[in-house]
């Protein structure tokens, strides 16, 4: 079935330092890929989004390319900040399914 | 736009009750999507209804329902409590196609003692 794979948290980081979190998914079909970040006592919220192979999406700093050769979409970004300290998700739907496949998420902790 | 309203907020049952849960989409969305978050199974999904119609549905005993109105606000209900059912139930609203961003609520925190 459809599943998405996340690397396990949590992962610390210094201010400034360079962010990779990978995600990796088994789909049928063309997925959607999403990342969406939850902060400390807040709700889920859409981060970055691509809908096609080699699309890349951006947000407040952050990108991921769908990568249908390697089947990823790992997250990044070149300077975190103490803000991004969050829970970071990674999910996929796939068209007739009508729902997120997420992965286990992964904690960021960002030491200034 | 208003976002994703989800009520009641926090909510304390005893095991064997029931309750329900109401969600309140972003205006002009058709689609409502209903998850269960804990620690340890993560996010899963329940049900998706568009239009009053449930498309899709996960893996989740009978006890679990919903259902969606005309207005396409939504509700879940949840019969027969078990202490596993604590959770954060969160609801999303979309347009409703597989590449459109669903829209969370701040959800509803479940404890069952």
């Known amino acids: 079935g459809d599943s998405v794979t996340q690397m396990e948290g949590p992962v610390t980081l210094s201010e400034e330092a360079f962010l990779t979190i990978n995600c990796t998914y088994t789909?049928?079909?063309?997925?959607?890929l999403f990342w969406y970040v939850q902060y400390p006592g807040e709700g889920l919220q859409l981060l970055l989004k691509?809908?096609?192979a080699d699309d890349k999406g951006s947000n407040k700093g952050f990108e991921a390319t769908y990568r249908k050769e390697t089947t990823s979409f790992h997250l990044e970004k070149g300077s975190v900040q103490v803000s991004d300290s969050a829970v970071y998700f990674c999910?996929?739907?796939?068209?007739?399914?009508?729902?997120?496949?997420w992965g286990a998420g992964t904690k960021l902790i960002i030491k200034p | 736009k208003a976002g994703v309203t989800q009520t009641p907020r926090y909510l304390i049952k005893t095991r064997g009750q029931q309750v329900t849960l109401s969600c309140s989409p972003i205006?002009?969305?058709?689609?409502v999507s209903w998850y269960q978050q804990t620690p340890g199974q993560g996010l899963q999904f329940l049900f998706e209804?568009?239009?009053?119609?449930?498309?899709n549905k996960g893996n989740f005993p009978g006890r679990f329902s919903g259902r969606q109105f005309s207005n396409s606000r939504s509700e879940m209900n949840v019969s027969t409590l078990e202490l596993g059912d604590s959770a954060l139930y969160l609801c999303?609203?979309?347009?409703?196609?597989?590449?459109?961003?669903?829209?969370f609520g701040p959800g509803t925190r479940l404890t069952v003692l």
């Open positions: 999303a609203s979309s347009d409703g196609g597989h590449t459109d961003t669903q829209y």
């Open positions: 205006s002009g969305h058709r689609s």
């Open positions: 209804y568009f239009s009053e119609t449930q498309r």
């Open positions: 789909a049928t079909g063309y997925p959607s």
């Open positions: 691509a809908t096609k």
């Open positions: 999910a996929l739907s796939v068209d007739s399914n009508y729902q997120l496949i």
